[in-house]
């Protein structure tokens, strides 16, 4: 069997990471939490289409005045270039199976995404919109952190990614937002 990017065989940094990624994943998803199944998994489809994201944005535009303006702006905007590039240049090139979550509690499970697992769209979305946000808002920026890492953290409790995925994701959303961000007041906005 010819090993993959998908699944990483021999003693290759790629296949340690992979094996580390595994046992940390197998780790998190083993510990019993029925308190926290539910509250993780509704926060995991609730991320579906950055809809916090973009709910929050509305109230930042609405009752935030111009700052708020701006941030909705900057924060939306940094999903939508992290989930651009994420999604439609970077799952493409590491075509990372998802975990198998036989082991997983079904309590927690959400329906499993078709795409592939590397890294994770939620978290880059989510660390993209605190980062933006934050740029301009520095106190909501930092208030942001908390359900950015919530939807991170619940793609691996769900079964649906491995920590790396997650990880990735989250400094991929910050990296991209940054430069969106400079961007954005190159551009005068």
Same mark, same amino acid.
């Given at each position: 069997?010819?090993?993959?990017?998908e699944?990483?065989?021999?003693?290759?940094?790629?296949? /340690?990471?992979? #094996?580390?990624?595994v046992? &940390?994943? $197998?780790?998190?998803t083993?510990? +019993? !939490?029925?308190?926290l199944?539910a509250a993780l998994?509704?926060?995991?489809?609730?991320?579906n289409f950055?809809?916090?994201?973009?709910?929050?944005?509305?109230?930042?535009?609405?009752?935030g005045?111009?700052r708020?303006?701006?941030?909705?702006?900057?924060?939306?905007?940094?999903?939508?270039?992290a989930?651009a590039?994420v999604?439609?240049?970077?799952?493409?090139?590491?075509?990372?199976r /998802?975990?198998d #979550?036989?082991?997983?509690? &079904?309590? $927690?499970?959400?329906?499993?995404? +078709? !795409?592939?697992?590397f890294?994770s769209?939620?978290?880059?979305?989510?660390?993209?919109?605190a980062?933006?946000?934050?740029?301009?808002?520095p106190?909501?920026?930092a208030?942001?952190?908390l359900?950015?890492?919530?939807?991170?953290y619940?793609?691996?409790h769900?079964?649906?990614h491995?920590p790396g995925d997650?990880?990735v994701?989250?400094?991929?959303g910050?990296?991209?937002?940054?430069?969106?961000?400079?961007?954005?007041?190159?551009?005068?906005?």
């Open positions: 069997m010819t090993a993959t990017r699944d990483p065989e021999g003693d290759g940094l790629l296949a /340690r990471a992979h #094996r580390l990624d046992a &940390a994943y $197998r780790a998190l083993a510990r +019993s !939490s029925p308190g199944d998994a509704a926060a995991s489809q609730a991320a950055s809809k916090p994201w973009i709910a929050t944005a509305a109230v930042l535009a609405l009752a005045g111009s708020g303006r701006r941030a909705a702006l900057y924060g939306i905007g940094s999903v939508t270039v989930s590039v999604n439609l240049a970077l799952k493409p090139l590491w075509p990372r /998802r975990p #979550r036989t082991e997983v509690p &079904a309590g $927690r499970h959400v329906p499993m995404p +078709s !795409s592939t697992s890294p769209g939620h978290s880059a979305s989510a660390f993209a919109f980062t933006g946000v934050g740029a301009v808002m106190a909501a920026g208030l942001l952190v359900p950015a890492a919530t939807v991170a619940s793609r691996v769900t079964g649906v491995y997650v990880l994701g989250s400094l991929t910050i990296v991209l937002a940054r430069a969106t961000t400079a961007a954005f007041r190159r551009l005068g906005l």
